[in-house]
């Protein structure tokens, strides 16, 4: 599945971004969708996740209680709804298709495909 994310950009502390993630090439259906972020000289890490059918979704203790994942399967989209957003935040945020998470925790090695990043930058 080929996947192309936008949305990204410079925000005030305090403001609100919707990244949107659309897939092709593969059926949408088929992949848990996942959103990481990557720091200035840290790991790619977890942020947002959402199963198949959109009924299960789960967060980094970081974006809990700010940011929101949603999926529109019809449209083959996935969403991530930032509010609230901190200078912390700051990151190139990647999207990614997966079939199943093998740990407690998704990370990288659960990933079979990735969008290529858009930058999100969150001034104090």
């Known amino acids: 599945v080929q996947l192309q994310a936008s949305g990204g950009g410079l925000v005030q502390a305090g403001g609100s971004l919707r990244l949107s993630c659309a897939a092709s090439?593969?059926?949408?259906?088929?992949?848990?969708m996942v959103w990481f972020r990557q720091a200035p000289g840290k790991e790619r890490e977890f942020a947002a996740a959402?199963?198949?059918?959109?009924?299960?979704?789960s967060y980094a203790d970081s974006v809990k209680g700010r940011f929101t994942i949603s999926r529109d399967n019809d449209k083959s989209t996935v969403y991530l709804q930032m509010d609230s957003l901190k200078p912390e935040d700051t990151a190139v945020y990647y999207c990614?298709?997966?079939?199943?998470?093998?740990?407690?925790?998704?990370?990288?090695?659960?990933?079979?495909?990735w969008g290529e990043g858009t930058l999100v930058t969150v001034s104090s």
């Open positions: 990614a298709a997966a079939h199943i998470r093998h740990g407690s925790l998704w990370s990288r090695d659960d990933v079979d495909s």
């Open positions: 090439g593969r059926p949408f259906r088929d992949y848990c």
């Open positions: 959402i199963i198949r059918n959109g009924v299960v979704t």
